[in-house]
């Protein structure tokens, strides 16, 4: 298994309840094509959180992956829904750049997943 976290900052004056609200809309939007493209690229699971630190907003996601992540035939930008999505969410983090962060000391999660999924 792969674990990995990306962390982005949304611009200046973006609140934490608009991102909530949005990343709502993307999750009733993309639900079954993202669920496609999970399976696609080989994500056995993901979490976001929302989190307010010293005056800025940030979008923290975590990754499963069952093995590594696989490289995609398509963009997501060729997927209508989540083209649709990206319109609403990219302007919350115009001219952020996003921190990847492998897990560090993974071992209970990775023992605990394997044993809860086989």
């Known amino acids: 298994m792969t674990q990995e976290l990306e962390i982005y900052r949304a611009k200046d004056g973006v609140t934490a309840q608009e991102l909530r609200e949005v990343l709502k809309y993307g999750e009733n939007l ?3 094509d993202y669920l496609n493209r ?3 690229i080989g994500l056995s699971g993901d979490v ?3 989190a307010e630190l010293e005056g800025g907003v940030y979008l923290i996601s975590y ?3 069952a093995v590594e992540r696989k490289a995609s035939a398509t963009s997501t930008k060729d ?3 989540v083209k649709e999505y990206m319109k609403r969410i990219e ?3 115009e001219g952020s750049k996003p921190i990847r962060l492998p897990m560090a000391n ?3 999660a990775t023992a605990s997943i394997k044993e809860q999924i086989g």
Do not use: A, D, R
Request: charged residues 10%.
């Open 91 to 93: 302007p919350l983090f």
């Open 63 to 65: 990754y499963l992956f």
């Open 106 to 108: 993974s071992f209970w």
């Open 30 to 32: 993309i639900g079954p």
């Open 38 to 40: 999970m399976k696609e």
């Open 79 to 81: 997927i209508p829904s």
């Open 48 to 50: 976001s959180f929302v």
